[in-house]
């Protein structure tokens, strides 16, 4: 093969511009936000972060670690502070989309009558990049074993296609649904929670699988 030819090879591998074009052809798909999020990346691009691409949406990241990211929604998009726990916040804008299980991760939601404040939104950037720089990181927790309670487990016993059906979920989506049973003081409202949790499970979704786009 001749040098030109391996040369355009690594052109296509590595060619930073196709970052750039997934996250042209990602804004021009959330039509509804379109405008917004073109001025929220224009104020990304302003700074020292590196834009790429994560799990298909834009993200900037600092010397390899995730910053922050953008979003788009039904009804909201969002700015993504990674490790976001460690920003002061005194403007109130982050919120914890999952609280008690998010640790680090915090959501600046804009809906559509919201006003983008440049300004503070930079403030934000520069205080999470300095946060990056300093390595504040939340140290992910070692997970305990599975624990199903026991009216599950007898449901799966009882039921080979919901123990395949459970089997084939990520560990995840598996601990949301003993945690979610198994939290239960009384027995009725673990057997209550547990019927409505079984059709889910035999639809192969997680517990919260519909608040994904919401």
Same mark, same amino acid.
């Given at each position: 093969?001749?040098?030109?030819?391996?040369?355009?090879?690594?052109?296509?591998?590595?060619?930073?511009?196709?970052?750039?074009?997934?996250?042209?052809?990602?804004?021009?798909?959330?039509?509804?936000?379109?405008?917004?999020?073109?001025?929220?990346?224009?104020?990304?691009?302003?700074?020292?972060?590196?834009?790429?691409?994560?799990?298909?949406?834009?993200?900037?990241?600092?010397?390899?670690?995730?910053?922050?990211?953008?979003?788009?929604?039904?009804?909201?998009?969002?700015?993504?502070?990674?490790?976001?726990?460690?920003?002061?916040?005194?403007?109130?804008?982050?919120?914890?989309?999952?609280?008690?299980?998010?640790? =680090?991760? +915090?959501?600046?939601?804009?809906? $559509?009558?919201?006003?983008?404040?440049?300004? &503070? *939104? @930079?403030?934000?950037?520069?205080?999470?990049?300095?946060?990056?720089?300093?390595?504040?990181?939340?140290?992910?927790?070692?997970?305990?074993?599975?624990?199903?309670?026991?009216?599950?487990?007898?449901?799966?016993?009882?039921?080979?296609?919901?123990?395949?059906?459970?089997?084939?979920?990520?560990?995840?989506?598996?601990?949301?649904?003993?945690?979610?049973?198994?939290? =239960?003081? +009384?027995?009725?409202?673990?057997? $209550?929670?547990?019927?409505?949790?079984?059709? &889910? *499970? @035999?639809?192969?979704?997680?517990?919260?699988?519909?608040?994904?786009?919401?």
């Amino acid at each position: 093969m001749s040098l030109k030819c391996k040369n355009s090879i690594l052109l296509l591998i590595f060619n930073p511009m196709d970052d750039s074009k997934t996250i042209d052809s990602y804004i021009e798909k959330h039509s509804k936000w379109t405008k917004e999020l073109t001025v929220l990346r224009k104020l990304f691009n302003k700074t020292e972060l590196k834009e790429e691409v994560k799990w298909g949406a834009p993200a900037y990241t600092l010397n390899g670690s995730l910053v922050a990211g953008l979003g788009a929604f039904k009804n909201h998009y969002a700015i993504w502070f990674h490790q976001g726990v460690f920003l002061k916040d005194k403007n109130k804008r982050l919120v914890n989309v999952q609280e008690g299980k998010t640790k =680090a991760l +915090r959501q600046w939601r804009f809906e $559509s009558n919201d006003k983008i404040e440049s300004a &503070l *939104i @930079l403030t934000y950037i520069s205080e999470a990049s300095e946060n990056a720089k300093a390595g504040k990181k939340v140290k992910p927790q070692q997970k305990k074993a599975l624990m199903i309670p026991p009216l599950l487990q007898d449901a799966l016993d009882l039921n080979k296609e919901l123990l395949q059906k459970f089997n084939q979920l990520s560990p995840g989506k598996q601990r949301d649904y003993a945690d979610h049973i198994g939290s =239960a003081k +009384r027995e009725a409202t673990q057997s $209550s929670r547990l019927n409505k949790c079984i059709p &889910l *499970i @035999l639809e192969g979704k997680g517990l919260y699988d519909k608040y994904k786009n919401c």
